[in-house]
């Protein structure tokens, strides 16, 4: 395993295609905020970091596909996915991942070593063995860390998610094009 002090290899960053987000404990902190209307319509509430969400965005910029893909169904998740205009959103319950990124893939005619993932926790781990580059969160579970070529300094919903996008486009080179050009449409008067 790499850590970020180590960056992605060139050669593997500008080989990826499609970049796959695991939600609860990447884009978020794991945390679920359950309860009901005094009608008795259930609530969820979930974290998500910002500063994560403009990361998925830049990926966007620079090229990539980027999907959501998720082990619970989630109203909260399917919101924040829409809010950043990303149409690959995967709800699948009982954490069946592998069948739905395989469909994915075969969809998008991507292969597996053009998949970037970056996860937490067992469910993801069907996926991750697979993938091109396997990127943990900070406090991931040993199974994970395990076999990640890359992890974050941060936790899952607390900047996780941009440390490891900002880390794939430094990596392509793209980075700072970029952050320049995000600067320059939004300065022009």
């Not at 149409?87 to 893939?105: N, S, T």
Request: charged fraction near 30%; hydrophobic fraction near 45%.
């Amino acid at each position: 395993m790499h850590s970020t002090s180590d960056p992605i290899p060139a050669e593997l960053a500008r080989r990826i295609r499609l970049v796959i987000f695991d939600v609860d404990g990447v884009l978020t902190d794991a945390g679920v905020y359950i309860g009901a209307t005094e009608t008795g319509e259930s609530v969820e509430l979930k974290r998500f970091d910002i500063q994560d969400g403009v990361g998925l965005k830049m990926l966007g910029w620079g090229g990539l596909d980027v999907v959501v893909v998720s082990g619970r169904v989630s109203e909260a998740t399917a919101i924040r996915v829409a809010e950043l205009g990303i149409e690959g959103c995967y709800q699948e319950p009982d954490a069946h991942k592998l069948r739905v990124v395989e469909r994915i893939l075969a969809e998008r005619g991507v292969a597996w070593d053009e998949v970037a993932m970056i996860g937490d926790d067992i469910p993801d781990l069907a996926v991750m063995r697979k993938v091109g580059l396997k990127a943990a969160v900070a406090n991931a579970t040993p199974s994970i860390v395990a076999i990640a070529d890359w992890q974050s300094t941060k936790r899952g919903g607390h900047g996780a998610a941009r440390e490891f996008c900002d880390a794939l486009l430094s990596a392509r080179g793209d980075l700072d094009r970029i952050i320049e050009t995000y600067v320059e449409e939004r300065s022009a008067t």
